[in-house]
């Protein structure tokens, strides 16, 4: 098959994928807040240098109260309670030889030869390891942070610098993943200025330094790490092992496929020293395993191949977290992404699974089912599993086959089977991801909180479905964090605090992790959010204390049905009443636009005159719009009595009564003609046809008539003296903006 078979392939699976899931639309968040309305009413706060940009690394120091920032020529110390102030800047710029070196070999002196600090870890109590691109000469640093709390230090001795290779990458592009394990660093990084040799490297520390084999495809093809965690076997730190996810070209695909991307986990045992005749300096104990995140289909799977970030949620068994990861889809045509939850006990069955082999005639990878040597490759030398004490005793065909086999055979599925959440069309892509777990009055929950590429974090809760371990993803909130619509490159959480700190290419952003004001002012809003953080206290949505003995407090994240918890505080029955005016054969606009953007807006209709209510008519001439209904072509009959009511969750909650009285053509001339010949009037409450009179233009007459929102009730007017009608006096309407008159009319009557 031809490169144009290949491609016509491809283009043909991605058009399934866009079939299978082409049904699905987007997750509509409960609340949308714009950058604006986070700054002026929810706390949202940001922080920037002055000619300075890529904020990617972020270091969350809960004991000093400080947030550390690696940015271009910069390493900042943020405050936690608020990262606009008390903060301190370092100066990081690379030498000036430097930079000219990495301008004579092509790159640009503007854009590419700076210092981009790539990553931030704690070292000891006053230190902090920094590393960075040092103009594509990676350089790392260890940044004196100091130990008092009240006045933080921030500096750096520059004769004692450390080689930033196979710690940060050369290129400002490309991402580092590191963890810091005691005073080894395990990090996956292209290690050569071109940015081919990618490599699984260990150094810092008093052992050897190790990397994976080098220019092995079987290995590593042209890897993209994404995270690196320690986590722990068992009581026994001898088996403790380092676990890598990263995305690379497939080299167990078909050829026709072309270029196959796919994500996968790694793992290495941290005692591993590597072999004593074959592998030497290199990792003995090297696996790789498949990350699989897709949606079954009729058709085939739909899979996300592109794994874009990872989160290691800890449980109350250290040895078995849950890893919440998101990813988006390879094919250009249509776009989506997903979060899948992983469980680690699945992670380590794959690797106790069959290996991947090649053979046959045609090449094909199976499940190997000769011999494997002993001990079995991937396992940590120690005494759980074996009498060996080192990696360099491991016999020579453990070495040989551990060198030629490290892809597994089986796959690493998330929980249930399925993605979490998913978002197919929405126009932005998940960049990262961060959760929190939560204790609410039902039970635990995890709160994510995801990155995208267009500046918004998005809120989502997993809520148990069904049978266990089965979970659905609820969109909570969208929030639109960088008013410039920068893509979000890190996340970090202080659950001390409350706080969540988002990085960008602009800047760097706080906000609090919950806003229980903002879901609304009855009992029904606040159970109908779903939010774990926020419960109805009897007069407001608010914080929820698990300690808090008060008992009526009410939440219920499971199923969110108010029908039960707020029976005595729901919305009144009787609202006030609004006055709407139109003109028959024309058109008029009733406003009702529902808190929440999950909410179905429903219509009932009471005739004037009548005492029984229908639902508004499905007719053309009655268009449900996002902002309300639009009467179009009025008629006598349609003035009477409407009613605007959320239906959310299978709970209705009234929320505005309009009433609507049609004119003739012949009435609003009138009316117009009266108000153009009434004298003026002491200041006062105006009429009801005041306001009507004001949506005619002067000369059209009925026929210029547009909308009327509901005036507001009048208030009291305090005495004031009289005044002489002024010309170009402006009279406010209700509804529309105020404009100034002209001519007779802009006398009072």
């Known amino acids: 098959m031809g490169r144009a078979g290949a491609a016509a392939m491809i283009l043909g699976l991605a058009v399934l994928w866009a079939a299978a899931l082409g049904s699905a639309t987007p997750s509509r968040p409960r609340l949308r807040l714009s950058f604006p309305e986070l700054q002026a009413r929810h706390g949202l706060r940001t922080f920037r240098l002055e000619r300075a940009c890529c904020y990617e690394a972020l270091l969350v120091d809960e004991e000093r109260g400080r947030l550390f920032v690696g940015a271009e020529n910069h390493v900042t110390s943020l405050s936690l309670d608020n990262i606009s102030k008390r903060a301190k800047k370092l100066a990081w710029p690379a030498p000036v030889e430097w930079r000219e070196e990495c301008n004579w070999a092509g790159k640009d002196i503007g854009t590419e030869c700076m210092n981009f600090v790539k990553l931030l870890h704690a ?265 060996f004490s080192s990696t360099k005793d491991f ?96 996340m970090q959480i202080s659950s001390k605090r409350h706080q969540l700190y988002v990085a960008s290419r602009s800047g760097v952003a706080q906000i609090p992790l919950h806003r229980c004001a903002a879901h609304g002012r009855a009992c029904a809003e606040c159970c109908l959010a779903r939010d774990p953080y926020c419960a109805w206290d009897g007069a407001a949505c608010t914080r929820f204390q698990p300690s808090s003995k008060r008992r009526f407090r009410r939440q219920d994240v499971r199923n969110g049905d108010p029908s039960t918890l707020c029976s005595g505080d729901s919305a009144p029955a009787v609202l006030p009443e609004g006055k709407v005016f139109g003109v028959e054969g024309g058109s008029t606009f009733l406003e009702c636009e529902p808190r929440s953007l999950q909410a179905r807006v429903e219509w009932t209709f009471q005739p004037a ?54 004119l003739s053509a012949a009435q609003a001339e009138r009316l117009a003609r009266a108000e153009l010949s009434a004298p003026a009037a002491p200041p006062g409450p105006k009429l009801w046809y005041r306001d009507f009179l004001q949506l005619v233009e002067p000369g059209g007459g009925a026929s210029s008539l547009r909308m009327c929102r509901p005036p507001p009730a009048p208030r009291p007017q305090p005495p004031q003296p009289p005044q002489l009608p002024r010309k170009g006096r402006q009279r406010r309407t209700h509804g529309l903006e105020p404009r100034a008159e002209r001519g007779p009319r802009s006398a009072h009557w």
């Open 123 to 387: 070292y000891n109590r006053t230190h902090v390891l920094a590393c960075g691109t040092g103009a594509f000469h990676p350089t790392c640093a260890f940044v004196e942070v100091g130990q008092q709390l009240e006045e933080p230090r921030l500096s750096i001795d520059l004769r004692k610098l450390e080689d930033g290779k196979g710690k940060s990458p050369y290129d400002p592009r490309h991402r580092a993943a590191s963890v810091l394990v005691g005073e080894e660093l395990y990090s996956g990084v292209a290690a050569d200025l071109m940015g081919r040799d990618f490599t699984i490297f260990r150094s810092l520390g008093q052992r050897p330094s190790l990397r994976t084999e080098p220019h092995d495809s079987r290995w590593l093809n042209e890897p993209k790490f994404i995270k690196v965690f320690w986590i722990p076997e068992n009581d026994n730190p001898e088996d403790d092992k380092i676990y890598f996810f990263f995305r690379e070209l497939a080299v167990e695909s078909s050829p026709a496929l072309g270029r196959l991307s796919v994500s996968r986990v790694g793992q290495i045992c941290r005692n591993d020293v590597g072999g004593q005749r074959s592998l030497v300096n290199k990792w003995t104990t090297f696996l790789k395993a498949r990350l699989v995140c897709s949606v079954p289909g009729v058709e085939g799977d739909t899979h996300f191949d592109q794994l874009q970030d990872v989160f290691l949620l800890s449980s109350r068994d250290r040895w078995t977290p849950l890893l919440y990861a998101v990813f988006s889809t390879s094919s250009g045509i249509f776009q989506s992404s997903a979060v899948c939850v992983y469980s680690m006990n699945d992670v380590r069955r794959a690797f106790l699974g069959p290996f991947a082999h090649k053979e046959g005639p045609m090449h094909q990878w199976v499940s190997y089912q000769g011999r494997v040597p002993y001990p079995r490759p991937g396992m940590c030398p120690s005494k759980t599993f074996g009498t």
């Open 395 to 490: 016999p020579d065909d453990v070495i040989q086959f551990a060198r030629n086999h490290p892809l597994m055979y089986n796959s690493v599925l998330p929980i249930g089977g399925r993605p979490l959440f998913l978002q197919v069309g929405a126009g932005y892509t998940f960049t990262q991801i961060t959760v929190d777990r939560v204790a609410a009055a039902d039970g635990h929950y995890d709160v994510l909180f995801i990155g995208t590429d267009v500046g918004t974090v998005l809120k989502v809760i997993s809520v148990p479905k069904g049978e266990l371990p089965n979970s659905e993803g609820l969109l909570l909130e969208e929030l639109h964090v960088f008013e410039d619509s920068a893509a979000v490159t890190s």
């Open 609 to 662: 005159g009548e005492a029984a209510s229908t639902k508004v008519p499905a007719e053309e001439r009655w268009e449900r719009t996002p902002g309300g209904l639009l009467l179009r072509g009025l008629r006598r009959g349609d003035a009477g009595v409407y009613l605007c009511a959320a239906v959310e969750h299978g709970f209705s909650q009234p929320l505005r009564r309009l009433a609507l009285r049609v």
